[in-house]
């Protein structure tokens, strides 16, 4: 199976794990499912960058990129991860009216997600319940591995 983390899966792993231990749990757990099953992990550079944003919310600037190093050194450390490439503008051309959303700065993930051929996304966040027409949507402890 080959899986698309958005950036709330890669959030419960670092920045919210003690804040939110519920979605560290169910997330941690998939990600031991992955290695188990052997399951490709996807990542890409847009969830990279949003992670590494993240702690701009709650800290200063000098804090913050610290941590967001700190968050993704973090990520590319686990064990099955693959990280891809930004989208070419052709291929963002070419599939951007496929995927409809609310949260238009969701339909990057789609898009990386849908031509990557990935199984699913495994998120969060409910926007990509919008194209789960396109591509299976799951929450961490609902993918069927």
């Known amino acids: 199976m080959k899986l698309y ?3 709330t899966i890669l959030a419960a792993l670092t920045y919210f794990k003690d ?9 941690n757990r998939l990600i031991r499912k992955c290695n188990e099953k052997e399951s490709r992990v996807i990542i890409s550079f847009y969830a990279i960058h949003e992670l590494f944003l993240l702690p701009f919310e709650y800290q200063d600037e000098k804090n913050a ?3 967001g190093l700190a968050l993704i050194k973090e990520i590319l450390n686990i064990n099955r991860i693959e990280l891809i490439e930004l989208l070419s503008r052709e291929k ?5 009216d496929m995927f409809s ?24 966040d409910s926007h ?10 799951f929450e961490p402890c609902s993918v069927p591995i």
């Open 101 to 124: 959303m609310s949260d238009r700065t969701d339909i990057p993930h789609a898009i990386s997600a849908y031509v990557e051929n990935c199984d699913c996304i495994v998120t969060y």
């Open 128 to 137: 990509f319940d919008q194209i789960s027409n396109k591509i299976k949507v």
């Open 92 to 96: 963002r051309i070419i599939y951007q």
């Open 65 to 67: 990129r610290k941590t």
């Open 19 to 27: 804040k939110d231990a519920k979605r560290f749990s169910e997330s």
């Open 5 to 7: 983390l958005d950036t």
